[in-house]
C-alpha cells in the first residue's frame, strides 16, 4: 500500500475491546451492542478479536453522549447514513469540478 494510501493514526485499527471500554467508560457489552446495531465496525484480528481505532474511541463517546440525551440507536444510525451521503454528495461534486477544469484548463485562484 502506498504511504499517501495508509490510513493516519486515527484511522489504524490496533485497540483491543478491553482498551476501548476502559477509555470510554461503556461496557465490552455496549460496545458490541453498538456494533451489533451497525453504528461501529471493527475489525478482527487473525484470532478473531475485535480491533478499534481512535476514530471509533471519538465515535463510541459521541454515541454514548446521545444515548445519555435519550436519541435511540436507530435515530443515530439515521444520522450516520445522512452524514455518509452528504460526504459522499460533497466528494462527487469536487471531482466533478476537477474534471471540468481539467478539461477546460481551468487555473485555481490563487
Known amino acids: 500500500m502506498a504511504e499517501s494510501q495508509s490510513p ?9 475491546i478491553g ?3 476502559e477509555l470510554t467508560g461503556l461496557s465490552e ?5 453498538y456494533e451489533e446495531r451497525k453504528l461501529v465496525f471493527p475489525e478482527r484480528s487473525a484470532k ?7 476514530a471509533d474511541v471519538e465515535l463510541l463517546i459521541d ?5 445519555e440525551e435519550g436519541v435511540q440507536t436507530y435515530e443515530i444510525r439515521q444520522d450516520m447514513i445522512r ?3 452528504k460526504k459522499e454528495k460533497k466528494l462527487r461534486k469536487e471531482l466533478l469540478r476537477g474534471e471540468i477544469n481539467a478539461r477546460f484548463g481551468i487555473q485555481k485562484e490563487r
Not at 457489552?29 to 451492542?33: E, K, L, S
Not at 454515541?63 to 444515548?67: G, L, P, S
Open 8 to 16: 493516519s493514526y486515527k484511522e489504524r485499527k490496533v485497540i483491543t
Open 19 to 21: 482498551v476501548v471500554s
Open 29 to 33: 457489552r455496549q460496545i458490541r451492542y
Open 48 to 54: 478473531g478479536n475485535r480491533k478499534y481505532s481512535f
Open 63 to 67: 454515541i454514548a453522549n446521545k444515548r
Open 83 to 85: 452524514a455518509e451521503k
